[in-house]
């Protein structure tokens, strides 16, 4: 497989369930990336692992725990969401340095009931 | 506070005629800026990038324009066809080595057959 991959494409869960999203990716890239997109608002960065080390986390509730056990695999652990919480939610990856911007995965559509 | 801005939430074209979406930002610290579009149920995928270094860069039927002064970029598509309707982002970053980009809220633009 090539590019970024994430799965479940989409993913309807209660508010007290525990899920985790997955994101995969095999372009050699050194960081990843969450982000959150929901209806009319700016793509929001959520998390960023460079070298599998966080270095970025915008203030995100802690109901929404990251995991990159290597450069390849980026996890999102969910559980406790609000409703106000679903959202597409979108991994990407780059080279640390050098530009260029992100290849995106396709998404996770969240639904939170 | 945004700092990338889209004010243009949507852009209808006729087939064969010129878009035009435009993008500011109010960080004059930014210097590569990209734009990407989007499908529905489909990742964002990198479409063009211009480094602050140049005022214009073109790829084949689309060309970004960076206007410095003005902090402004604008995403020329001609002729414009009805394969482009998609959601557009602009996106910049601080630096032209750095992996994070700030995302405006997007632009759907609808080609008209």
Redesign the interface.
């Known amino acids: 497989e090539t590019g ?1 991959t ?1 799965t479940p ?1 989409h993913l309807v869960m209660g508010m007290t369930n525990k899920k985790s999203l997955k994101c995969e990716q095999h372009l050699g890239h050194n ?1 990843m990336y969450w ?1 959150k997109q929901s209806a ?4 929001e ?1 959520m998390f ?1 692992y ?1 070298l599998e080390e966080r270095v ?1 986390n915008n203030s995100v509730p802690s109901r929404f725990s990251p995991e990159c056990p290597n450069s390849s695999h980026l996890f999102l652990h969910l559980h406790t969401l609000q409703p106000e919480d679903s959202a597409l939610y ?1 991994c ?1 990856s ?14 996770t ?1 969240l639904t939170v009931v | 506070d ?1 700092q ?1 801005k889209q004010n243009s ?1 949507s852009l209808s074209v006729q087939e064969g005629r010129i878009s035009i979406l435009n993008c500011d930002y109010t960080n004059s610290m930014f210097d ?1 800026f ?1 734009w ?1 579009k989007k499908y529905p ?6 479409l063009i ?1 211009i ?1 602050s270094i140049k005022d214009k860069n073109e790829d084949g039927r689309f060309t970004v324009f960076l206007n410095k002064s003005a902090k402004h970029l604008s995403l020329h598509i001609v002729p414009s066809q009805p394969g482009d309707s998609a959601v557009y ?1 602009c ?1 910049a ?1 601080g630096s ?11 632009t759907r633009l609808k080609v008209l057959a």
Not at chain 1, 94 to 107: D, H, L
Not at chain 2, 41 to 46: I, K, R, S
């Open positions: 970024v994430q494409r960081a982000y009319k608002k700016p793509l960065l960023v460079s970025e979108l990407a780059s080279q640390e340095k050098g530009g260029g911007g992100y290849t995106f995965g396709s998404g559509r | 945004q990338v939430p590569y990209l990407y149920a489909e990742g964002p995928t990198f990038s480094s982002f996106a970053s032209s080595g750095t992996y994070k980009y700030i995302f405006g809220t997007g």
